[in-house]
Every structure is written in C-alpha cells, then in structure tokens.
C-alpha cells in the first residue's frame, strides 16, 4: 500500500457520534414534514381559526428546517471525516442545546416538554462525544487523505 494511503480505523465513539448526528438531523426533517402535513391537513381547516393556525404550524415547520438541513449535512461530513464537520456538528449541536434550554427555561414550568427535554439531551450528548478525546483526536489527524 503506498504511504499517501494511511487509513486508519474508525472509533467506536466516532462511529456513534455520527449516527446520532444522522439521527438528529432525521428528527427535525421528520417534525418539519410533520408541521407541514399537519398545515395541510382537512381537521386544521375547519378550525374558526384556521388561518392563524396554518401560518403557526408553517412558520413553525420554518424555524425547524435549518436545523434539518444544518444537521443532516453535518452527519454526512463527519461519516466523510471531515474536520469541518466535525467543527459544524459541534457548532450546530452547541446551538441547538443552548436555544433550547433558553426556551425551556423561558417558558418556565410549563415549557418542559419531553420532547424538547430529549432533543435537548441528545444534542448535549451529541456535542459531549465531539468533545471526547477520542473522537476530536480522530478528526483532527493529520493524515493528508480527505482532511481538505
């Protein structure tokens, strides 16, 4: 095998911050497809106040879009190891515990739902196992091969 073609074998905890990353990305894609369907659908219609509700549930499905896209292009960079990715899904996965948490904690009491307690802790998962010697020690090599 020539040298230009060090490959070195992917950690376990690489492995799994990756498919968490994929798996978070997949979970907001699916809530904003499932907004959307929701604004479609004939039930939201017959409400008196339809309209509002539609332009919630969009607006809504908006706000969560990015975090679709920005997580799921972080997944595909981090399963490519790329040091970028692993750079955007700390970024991305850093911002989305700390908005979420201001939201829980905005709301107060009430605003602790379980699904934003559990998106929230995957993300603070997600940004703990980036921060793993490990995994940052796997991105950051220095091979030469695909770290552009």
Do not use: C
């Amino acid at each position: 095998m020539p040298s230009s073609q060090v490959t070195v074998k992917r950690p376990v905890a690489a492995t799994g911050v990756t498919l968490l990353q994929f798996l978070l990305g997949f979970l907001w894609l699916g809530i904003t497809i499932y907004r959307l369907l929701i604004s479609r659908s004939p039930g939201i219609k017959q409400r008196p106040d339809s309209a509002t509700a539609i332009l919630g549930l969009q607006l809504a499905a908006a706000v969560v879009a990015p975090g679709a896209v920005f997580g799921l292009i972080a997944g595909y960079a981090l399963l490519k190891n790329k040091m970028w990715g692993w750079w955007f899904s700390l970024l991305v996965n850093a911002a989305l515990v700390v908005m979420l948490t201001y939201s829980m904690l905005d709301e107060g009491s009430n605003g602790l739902d379980p699904e934003m307690v559990g998106f929230t802790l995957l993300s603070l998962v997600s940004v703990i196992l980036l921060l793993h010697p490990v995994v940052r020690h796997f991105y950051w090599r220095r091979t030469g091969e695909g770290q552009k």
